[in-house]
């Protein structure tokens, strides 16, 4: 048994948005925002994000708005986007606390089509799958077949994601391999055998209870159809689907419905002592700019606590001047897995994206092998170019997360630039291939 445990709490949002694009808001009640203890993680999970031709190739490079947004906001907070990923209008995002990056492994992300067969995006399920402090995590945002009569089709959307979702770690290939898992999305299963008025006198009487009875998923978990490795809380909110936009009156043309939900799943072979608490589970009735209502999570489950400290220990950097070369000095403990792949990020102190650095050098190769005497690599002067509070990164290539972070320094201005200098690109010597099919967070050249 494990002596102590940590406990880490996970935002979970779910919100088909209904192509409409973020707005002024700063997303305080659907983030928890002033919550006196922030989460540890947040995932948000969209459905319907804007994915004309020219929008979606442009994704391919920049943010779109919503990354964007969610970026500015939780930066604010001390968050790093972790990991993302995007199939047509699918999009899921993995924010982290700082602290936090040096201690997360395996960063992977995968996405399963299951519109027309398979063949097309429109519909299926996009997720990231990580280790933090031991414990393996996999979240999934997914987008499932619409139409109440589409009930079976539902099933069959999600037979294909566990049948075709899988990852590059052998220890957790599959979506269920994993000690927790966190499904979320439009999921759209209805409301069967109520009409439209009789669902909204019970919604107006907060019978809920009543139509739960009712609920296409619900009976799809008794039945062992799909979803009964999951566990949900209770519906103690309003149907989320379908309102007019704008405003809290619901769409008479369809029956209203929980077509937005959250679920989890842990492990309980092995002996692995795992633990899922839900604090709470509800609608976001403020935010109206689709037909949908948001649902937002806050679970928090168990991992050991982290005996060690980082696998790469920088030496503290005790100056550093614009213009001037920067010397790194650090250790990679006997047992980590390098790559000759792997690099240093000399990111601003407040960075909120893991490719958000300045400028990179390539990390020793084997760094392992020169054990306490350590490595040493240069960032060239020319990538020195503004003042201001950095760290630094070691980022593993394969493993596509932070091994280590060195506490902050300043850039002091004491020299005049004469001539402006660009955002640097470095210029290193030639690396040998990658190995073929691995994930990898790599510097953008």
């Given amino acids: ?33 002033e919550s006196p203890k922030l989460p540890d993680i947040y995932a948000i999970g969209l459905q319907e994000v804007t994915a004309r031709p020219i929008t979606y190739m442009r994704s391919a490079f920049y943010d779109d708005p919503w990354t964007a947004k969610f970026k500015q906001v939780l930066g604010a907070f001390n968050y790093v986007k972790t990991k993302s990923i995007r199939l047509q209008g699918l999009l899921l995002l993995i924010f982290v606390k700082r602290h936090h990056l040096p201690f997360l492994r395996n960063v992977e992300s995968t996405y399963t089509r299951t519109g027309f067969a398979g063949l097309w995006g429109n519909k299926g399920a996009v997720s990231v799958r990580l280790s933090l402090y031991g414990r393996t995590v996999c979240i999934v945002n997914c987008h499932l077949a619409a139409h109440h009569s589409a009930f079976k089709e539902r099933i069959e959307d999600y037979d294909m994601i566990m049948d075709r979702h899988f990852y590059y770690n052998s220890e957790t290939e599959r979506v269920l391999d994993h000690d927790y898992v966190f499904w979320m999305g439009d999921l759209n299963f209805r409301l069967d055998d109520m009409g439209v008025e009789e669902i909204i ?54 029956r209203p419905a929980w077509c937005d939900r959250i679920l989890w799943y842990m492990a309980t072979e092995d002996g692995l002592a795992t633990e899922v608490l839900q604090a709470y589970y509800k609608s976001q009735p403020g935010y109206k700019l689709s037909d949908h209502r948001p649902v937002t ?56 994206d893991v490719y958000n650095y300045d400028a990179y050098q390539w990390a020793v190769v084997n760094g392992k092998k020169m054990g306490s005497k350590g490595c040493v690599v240069k960032i060239p002067s020319k990538h020195i170019v503004t003042r201001g509070q950095y760290c630094l990164c070691y980022v593993s290539y394969a493993q596509s997360c932070i091994l280590g972070m060195s506490e902050v320094f300043s850039v002091l201005d004491v020299k005049v630039i004469e001539n402006e200098v660009q955002k640097p690109v470095s210029i290193v010597t030639q690396q040998d291939d990658p190995p073929p099919g691995v994930p990898v967070l790599s510097p953008v050249m």
Wanted: charged share 25%; glycine share 6%; proline share 3%.
């Fill in 1 to 33: 048994m494990e002596s102590k445990a940590l406990n880490i709490s996970l935002h979970l949002c779910t919100w088909n948005i209904g192509m409409q694009g973020p707005n002024d808001d700063k997303f305080t009640d659907l983030l928890g925002l």
């Fill in 201 to 254: 006198k019970h919604v107006e009487e907060q019978n809920y209870k009543k139509l739960v009875e009712h609920d296409q998923l619900k009976k799809c978990i008794d039945d062992e159809d799909g979803f009964d490795w999951f566990s949900e809380g209770q519906l103690n909110f309003p149907p989320t689907f379908k309102f007019e936009q704008e405003t809290d009156t619901y769409d008479k043309s369809r």
């Fill in 297 to 352: 999570s806050l679970m928090h489950f168990k991992v050991p606590s982290c005996a060690t400290g980082q696998t790469v220990e920088f030496e503290p950097v005790k100056k550093s001047i614009v213009g001037e070369m920067l010397t790194v000095r650090y250790t990679v403990t006997e047992n980590t897995k390098t790559s000759s792949w792997d690099w240093i990020g000399l990111y601003q102190s407040a960075f909120n």
